[in-house]
């Protein structure tokens, strides 16, 4: 058994401890668009097309459509897509739309075509009603100031970037919200490096469906979202097919430029992965096993080593859990998430593990995915997936 901890204590101390000195030189040049420097107009001042996709979303599109229309920026069209709701999304859009005339335009998809999901369907729609140099992909219940577009127009112009995501600011009003997305942005960083995006020498993509601004060009050479028509990870998907045909990708902070109450609760989070997570493992269940026995293993096994070792055997476990406080404490200055919930660690990563076992029982169970009242058929998923 010592050997067992000598060898398991130096592979996680050594996977934790390279993963934060990767963290702690990497993240520092991501660049945070809040900062004075990118308070400006960009110079050339293009012309953006802001789609925001909503099925049943009547308790939020209100309040994202009205902070996009007051942006502070000349020169945009906001296109609002109510994808089938039956709530009162789409008597929302049109009573805003009245009111704003030539800055929203409200659109209605009311049967969804073969081969297609509802949110790819949705945006691909109303790209193709747009007049922007630049698409703006957001969800319909994001919170926009009124300088973020501004500035990430700024920024891009100034990158010369093809594809720009801006992370958004997690809106957490309970303990459990809080722990999970600690969890949830800890793996993140461990399995993502978001600092090695723009290097077009490694493989590192990033896409996140509260902000993909993309270049009109750029989309359209990308074969547009059909190209994405059936892939669940949509979002993340246009982040990967971006770096693969070698065009520019930036990712950036921008403290409350952009905020999201993204779950209620702990369960809201096991909800919201639900759909996701198997999809991450490719809809194979060998896969989606391995990562389980990964997650445990990297995540538990130091908390439950450092009591189980004895004597030097416990150093790798130290260091791991070293490593692991101090990615909590530098994931503290760019969220609302104390250092402290690292004490919960093991209660998240257990509920992640259920998680995935939940995604993939129920998406084999049933034979798909079903995603906002609508059902898809694990095979075609599979066949279509990017």
């Given amino acids: 058994m010592s050997y067992f901890h000598w060898i398991a204590g130096c592979v996680l ?9 990767d963290a702690a030189v990497g993240v520092p040049k991501i660049a945070d668009i809040s900062g004075p420097e990118w308070d400006r107009k960009p110079r050339e001042n293009p012309r953006v097309s802001i789609i925001v996709p909503a099925c049943n979303e009547a308790a939020d599109i209100g309040a994202t459509l009205t902070r996009l229309l007051a942006l502070e920026y000349d020169n945009y069209e906001v296109i609002a897509v109510d994808d089938r709701s039956t709530d009162q999304t789409g008597v929302i859009m049109e009573r805003i739309a009245a009111a704003s005339p030539g800055r929203l335009k409200a659109t209605h998809v009311t049967e969804l075509p073969a081969g297609w999901m509802g949110k790819p369907h949705a945006m ?5 009603l747009a007049s922007g140099d630049w698409l703006l992909f957001t969800d319909a219940d994001v919170l926009f100031k009124p300088d973020a577009l501004r500035r990430a127009l700024a920024y891009a112009e ?6 720009v995501v801006l992370f958004p600011r997690m809106i957490m009003k309970r303990p459990g919200e809080k722990m999970m997305i600690a969890f949830f942005q ?11 995006v723009a290097d077009p020498k490694t493989k590192d993509h990033i896409g996140v ?7 009109r060009t750029v989309y359209e050479a990308l074969g547009t979202y059909q190209a994405l028509r059936f892939d669940v990870l949509d979002d993340m998907k246009l982040g990967k097919v ?13 403290a409350e430029l952009i905020s999201i109450r993204w779950a209620k609760g702990a369960w809201g989070v096991v909800d919201n992965l639900t759909k996701n997570f198997f999809a991450i493992m490719s809809f194979q269940w060998p896969r989606a096993l391995a990562s389980c026995f990964a997650l445990a293993f990297l995540n538990l096994m130091p908390f439950a080593g450092i009591w189980l070792a004895h004597s030097s055997a416990r150093l790798g476990y130290g260091v791991a859990l070293f490593s692991m406080f101090s990615i909590y404490v530098g994931m503290s200055r760019k969220s609302d998430i104390p250092p402290y919930y690292f004490a919960l660690h093991p209660v998240s990563t257990a509920l992640f593990v259920f998680t995935m076992l939940r995604s993939t ?3 084999l169970a049933r034979g798909g995915v079903l995603w906002r009242g609508t059902f898809y058929p694990l095979d075609e998923l599979r066949k279509e997936m990017v």
Avoid: C
Wanted: charged letters at 15%.
């Fill in 158 to 163: 100034s990158e010369r970037a093809d594809h």
């Fill in 209 to 215: 469906g509260a902000f993909n601004m993309i270049r």
């Fill in 186 to 196: 800890t793996l993140f960083v461990f399995g993502h490096r978001p600092w090695k």
């Fill in 242 to 254: 971006v770096k693969n045909a070698g065009y520019a990708q930036r990712n950036v902070f921008g």
């Fill in 124 to 128: 691909w729609s109303a790209s193709n």
């Fill in 13 to 21: 101390g050594l996977a934790w401890l390279w993963r934060l000195a």
């Fill in 361 to 363: 029982f129920l998406t």
